[in-house]
């Protein structure tokens, strides 16, 4: 079916008539001088041009086809049905300030939990094609980066633009909660899963965590808790180095109850590799199909009538041009030349 996208520029074509149609007002033009060694009755090229009935035509077809062109016409092809399957899940990454400890390692560099999340999260979300992915950054309170889109690289571009402190200090697990679910409302068709990154307990917000997991299993949210923190530590001092514990704030109970009430798991994130691991179990997760979509394909066809345009408006400037070349290739026109009077 062909279709013409900006169809009312259609209703232009006739201008040129119109004008055409307008009563001319008559001008007298003096001439200022008289050569009297060109004959008055010989014909001038701008005048053959003019005149002539096939450069009418030709400029009329000109126009007509840069009007058409300039209207976007376009073919559509047979509606082609797409199947609608994929996931849908939040994201929600802790950025409060124990995200700072230096307890993990990539490539045998240690690095703060927040760059190694990042550097496995951003594998996960490359790989999640034809899924929806939303972004839920939280500390004081939680704020959506991302709601849920099929644009990957601008989620990924989001998180790695997150910084630690962004929200504030402080754990809100239950905002996050809060605030996934509220997005998953507005969904019929949906798998409703939540992947929360954390590597504390409930320290701030407006909700508790056992409100927010209420609020979860009303809703049919699945809820996947990560806690990240490593077994140990070692860290310097006055008094040498030291073995320390810097999980000691992870709240294992509440992520591993916010997890099984929900129907979802509990993952405990040592190190990059067993991060990885998590996100491989996560991959295997059902994709819903939703309705089938229907798409028709387009072929553009503006460059057609717009190189016929192109092509006939050369024309035109070669039939105002070519009569007075051929004159003065013959001869034909007398060249102007004023003589001294001797």
Known sequence: MLEFTWWPVLFT??????????????????RALLLPSVPANLPTASKISSTHWVTKVVAILAWVALV???????????????????????????LSGSMETKDMQ???????????IKSVLEDFISRRVGDRLGLILFADTAYLQAPLTFDRETVRTLLNEAVIGLVGEQTAIGDAIGLAVKRFQRKDESNKVLVLLTDGQNTAGNISPDQALELAKDDGVTIYTI????????????????????????DEGMLTRLAQETGGQYFRARDRESLA????????????????RKMRPQTA?????LTVSLLLTVL??????????????????????FQEDK
């Not at 073995?243 to 704030?249: F, G, K, M, T, V």
């Not at 691991?277 to 089938?292: C, F, K, N, S, T």
């Open 13 to 30: 074509l006739p201008l040129p008539f119109i004008f055409w149609l307008l009563p001319r007002r008559q001008t007298r033009v003096q």
């Open 68 to 94: 058409i062109a300039a209207s976007n016409p376009r073919y559509l092809g047979e509606p082609i049905s797409i199947p609608n399957e994929a996931r849908e899940m939040m994201i929600a990454v802790d």
């Open 106 to 116: 990539i490539n045998g560099q240690q690095v703060d939990r927040l760059v190694m």
């Open 227 to 250: 806690g990240v923190a490593a077994d140990s530590m070692t860290v310097q001092s006055i008094f040498g180095s030291r073995q320390i514990n810097p999980a000691r704030e992870l």
């Open 277 to 292: 691991q998590i996100y491989q179990l996560l991959d295997q997760l059902q994709p819903v199909e939703g309705e089938a």
């Open 301 to 305: 066809l503006f460059m057609y009538p």
């Open 316 to 337: 035109l400037a070669l039939i105002a041009i070519l009569p007075a070349l051929w004159a003065r290739a013959t001869n034909r026109f007398v060249p102007n030349q």
